[in-house]
């Protein structure tokens, strides 16, 4: 049985990597789960300087899913290349860096930083709704979002992942901008935009007014998104949004996902990722797959 | 370092106490083995609409009979759900979580506001010294005699109904209370009353914060609080209530 994965030319021992800002840098996680076990570290987002983020209450939990607008607090690109990245290469796993910015330059200048360090692959975050400047701006547009992949491509040496926001009109016209812009791979989706209001307070429950709705409530537009944006480039695609379970990763694969990243779960079961792992060896075995890749699109 | 890994554990009593406040004992010999007075552990829910667990302080440990006991009010559909359990029902607990207190004082002051009250039970327990015990309420008073075997109880309502008429602030004014370390866990404008308070005498104070948790284990940066230096993991002014704190000294943080 073969769960390896290729990603513009980088292999995974297996499909799964954790939805960026849920796993910190995998330090909490990693009293819980072996990360060598892990395809991927997918880390949470890097800007150039170090983010405060948002005031709280920063979550809230809604039915079947959450809100957060942390606002992607972060040490800054210097201690995350200093303290982080050494942290995770003592595991056998891959290293996907979130990249952010308020502006392309900022967005650039975390590229330029990370361009000579011992990571794998770049996340470009143009999907984030809860940062005022940057984020989710560029990821709106298809224009802006062909602009940004191409600039960022010209200065990274690792191959770079377009993140993708669901807050869009027609999500394949981003991916096709992103290709156009020589993106080496997409994930989606990012959350979405939500909100929460106490009645007893009468007043919004997150400080931010809005959040990010993750967790499984959003699965079912996940899973529709990736297989559309499936069938209309040819990026491999890491597919993410609500997967709880192993047998959610596998609808992700199905429908034409490469790999799954696992993000609110984690929250819930701190060994959420493993079992997704094993989870899907056990498909694979008791339903006699030989190699994942049969598995990649087969719901046509 | 305690790995607190989820676990499922039985119900030995779960009790109302007064309205909307929850007395639950969990046979919990793991977490009772492990806890420190101030800590906290995250409590989950069957219902797989409700996704994440509560943050819930433990109230008293019982390490001979490895049992915890949580107080809890009851604010939405989470801690409702767990007040409609009775003993011998499984829960699915995760803990201990966060740092808990740091003993130290000759003459400590305890000082509990509404449902911060019950983690001060503990930690009465643990202390040595003469302690003195203030217990702020709006009106309704619980838990207050089971505290008077500890030390010197003194209490405070919104509404005058008992003990001093306002806040635990005055009740302090009120009694003349003299300490060497405060130790306090109650609502926010509470704990800042508490931090200008020791401020100003120059007293030291550690305060339990409370804030809405997504992980509990430091990872998802949801519950931060403002502190006074750059603190060492997030490379900026926040500390993280579920892993670093949730109790802090109050010269580290900002109310």
């Not at chain 1, 792992?277 to 046509?300: F, N, P, T, W």
């Not at chain 2, 911060?116 to 217990?135: R, S, W």
């Not at chain 2, 704190?245 to 900002?254: I, K, L, R, S, T």
Request: aromatic share 6%; proline share 4%.
């Amino acid at each position: 049985m073969n769960t390896n994965v290729r990603i513009a030319g980088v292999d995974f021992k297996n499909p799964v990597t954790t939805a960026s800002g849920t796993f910190g840098s995998g330090m909490e996680y990693s009293e819980y789960v072996d990360l060598s076990r892990l395809g991927a570290v997918t880390t949470k987002g890097v800007s150039s300087v170090p983010w405060a983020g948002n005031p709280t209450p920063r979550v809230a939990e809604t039915y079947g899913g959450m809100l957060n607008a942390i606002g992607l607090q972060n040490p800054g690109v210097d201690v995350f290349i200093e303290r982080d990245i050494p942290f995770l290469r003592k595991y056998d796993t891959k290293i996907i860096v979130n990249v952010v910015g308020k502006t392309l330059k900022e967005y650039c200048e975390v590229v330029e930083r990370l361009a000579d360090c011992d990571v794998d692959l770049l996340e470009i975050n143009i999907s984030c709704p809860n940062v005022k400047e940057g984020g989710i701006a560029f990821g709106q547009n298809a224009r802006s979002v062909e602009e940004i992949t191409s600039q960022v491509k010209r200065i990274a040496k690792q191959p770079i992942i377009m993140k993708l926001s669901p807050n869009v009109t027609d999500i394949t016209e981003m991916a096709r901008a992103a290709e156009s812009g020589g993106a080496d791979a997409v994930s989606l989706i990012n959350t979405l935009t939500g909100m929460k209001i106490d009645i007893h307070k009468r007043a919004f429950l997150l400080a931010n007014k809005t959040g990010g709705l993750s967790g499984p409530a959003i699965k079912p537009i996940a899973l529709r998104m990736v297989y559309q944006v499936a069938n209309s480039i040819q990026l491999p695609i890491i597919g993410m949004g609500g997967i709880l379970t192993a047998e959610d990763a596998l609808e992700f694969i199905m429908a034409g996902a490469t790999m799954v990243a696992i993000g609110t779960a984690n929250f819930i079961n701190p060994r959420a990722t493993i079992e997704v792992v094993e989870g899907i060896e056990d498909y694979m075995r008791k339903h006699k797959i030989d190699h994942i890749s049969q598995l990649i699109a087969c719901v046509k | 370092m305690v790995l607190a890994e989820k676990h499922k554990v039985v119900i030995k009593q779960n009790i109302q106490l007064d309205e909307d406040i929850y007395s639950m004992w969990l046979e919990d010999s793991y977490v009772a083995k492990n806890a420190k007075a101030g800590q906290f552990v995250s409590l989950y829910l069957e219902d797989g609409s409700s996704l994440l667990p509560r943050p819930i302080s433990i109230c008293e440990i019982d390490k001979e009979l490895g049992r915890i006991r949580l107080v809890y009010r009851v604010v939405g559909k989470g801690t409702l759900a767990f007040s409609t359990l009775k003993g011998g029902d499984e829960i699915t607990v995760m803990g201990p979580l966060g740092n808990g207190f740091h003993l130290e004082g000759k003459n400590p002051l305890l000082i509990g506001g509404g449902i911060g009250i019950p983690p001060m039970l503990e930690l009465a327990k643990q202390l040595d010294g003469e302690k003195k015990i203030v217990l702020g309420y709006r009106d309704s008073i619980f838990m207050s005699q089971e505290f008077e075997q500890y030390g010197k109880v003194y209490i405070s309502t919104e509404d005058g109904s008992a003990g001093t008429k306002g806040n635990v602030i005055d009740a302090i004014f009120d009694h003349d209370i003299r300490t060497d370390m405060i130790y306090a866990c109650g609502p926010t404008p509470m704990l800042r009353a508490i931090q200008a308070y020791a401020k100003e005498k120059g007293m030291k104070a550690q305060l339990s914060l409370e804030e809405r948790m997504a992980c509990g284990i430091g990872a998802c940066l949801g519950c931060v609080c403002k502190s006074t230096e750059r603190d060492h993991h997030t490379n900026v002014n926040n500390k993280r209530i579920c892993k670093d704190g949730p109790v802090f000294y109050a010269d580290e943080v900002e109310l």
